[in-house]
């Protein structure tokens, strides 16, 4: 019986820590993005990650969140759905996290509009999530007023010119991106490895301090 993590957080090279998440029964993807899933292979799909992201779901939806709330305080940014993708059931928990650690960047992405809406207030300055979309997006998805974020991008695709795209993600997995990718001005640096990670960049969790 699995008896829960060691620590909430999980570590990785690129967003240095995250709080990961199932793929079932909480992605909702599309086309492209289910095609390219980084977290359907390797680690993240691997036994023990599978049961984690399933523990942390629901702890992440549970009554007391106190010990996720110490492992977040002394971080600079925790990256939000590292792996999977946020629910409706985590948006009370991720309001209180980030009022409880307020020196901390909760940030993300999820495909969802109605979690993005959700959790970007004014008064939360400390919680920011993108919109996920590529070319396989529902149109409905593109009426989203806020800040989005675009991949997986593969090669033939062309890439909006719209100023709400903050991130382009080249559809890549283990470090490589794809055969015939040309570079696109908005690119993820890390993606084509000019910075280590997400501290050496900080694009996705400064953009609306301006
Ligand atoms: S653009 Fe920067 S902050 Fe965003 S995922 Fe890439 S490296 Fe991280």
């Given at each position: 019986?699995?008896?829960?993590p060691t620590?909430?957080?999980?570590?990785?090279?690129k967003?240095?820590c995250?709080?990961?998440?199932?793929?079932?029964?909480?992605?909702?993807?599309?086309a492209?993005?289910?095609?390219?899933?980084?977290?359907?292979r390797?680690?993240?799909s691997w036994p023990l990650s599978?049961?984690?992201h399933?523990?942390?779901?629901?702890?992440l939806?549970?009554?007391?969140?106190?010990?996720?709330?110490h492992e977040c305080?002394?971080?600079?940014?925790?990256?939000?759905?590292?792996?999977g993708?946020?629910l409706?059931?985590?948006?009370p928990?991720?309001i209180?996290l980030?009022?409880?650690?307020?020196?901390?960047?909760?940030?993300?992405?999820t495909?969802?509009?109605?979690?993005?809406?959700?959790v970007n207030?004014p008064?939360?300055p400390n919680?920011?999530?993108?919109?996920?979309?590529?070319?396989?997006?529902?149109?409905?998805?593109?009426?989203y007023?806020?800040?989005?974020?675009?991949?997986?991008?593969?090669?033939?695709?062309t890439?909006?010119?719209?100023?709400?795209?903050?991130?382009v993600?080249?559809?890549?997995?283990?470090?490589r991106?794809?055969?015939?990718t040309?570079?696109?001005p908005?690119?993820?640096?890390?993606?084509w490895?000019r910075?280590k990670?997400?501290?050496?960049?900080?694009?996705c969790?400064?953009?609306w301090?301006?």
């Amino acid at each position: 019986m699995y008896k829960g993590p060691t620590t909430i957080l999980s570590e990785n090279r690129k967003t240095n820590c995250s709080i990961d998440l199932p793929i079932a029964g909480h992605c909702r993807p599309t086309a492209n993005c289910s095609r390219a899933c980084y977290a359907k292979r390797g680690p993240q799909s691997w036994p023990l990650s599978s049961r984690k992201h399933v523990w942390t779901s629901q702890y992440l939806a549970s009554q007391n969140i106190t010990r996720l709330c110490h492992e977040c305080h002394t971080r600079t940014a925790v990256r939000l759905s590292g792996s999977g993708d946020l629910l409706p059931a985590h948006i009370p928990n991720l309001i209180r996290l980030a009022t409880a650690c307020p020196h901390t960047i909760f940030w993300g992405m999820t495909r969802k509009v109605e979690i993005a809406t959700a959790v970007n207030k004014p008064q939360l300055p400390n919680l920011r999530i993108l919109v996920t979309v590529d070319a396989t997006s529902p149109a409905k998805t593109w009426d989203y007023n806020g800040t989005l974020c675009y991949g997986p991008r593969h090669p033939a695709d062309t890439v909006p010119n719209d100023p709400r795209i903050l991130t382009v993600f080249p559809a890549h997995y283990i470090g490589r991106i794809q055969k015939g990718t040309l570079h696109h001005p908005k690119d993820c640096p890390a993606v084509w490895h000019r910075v280590k990670g997400c501290a050496a960049c900080k694009r996705c969790y400064t953009w609306w301090k301006g």
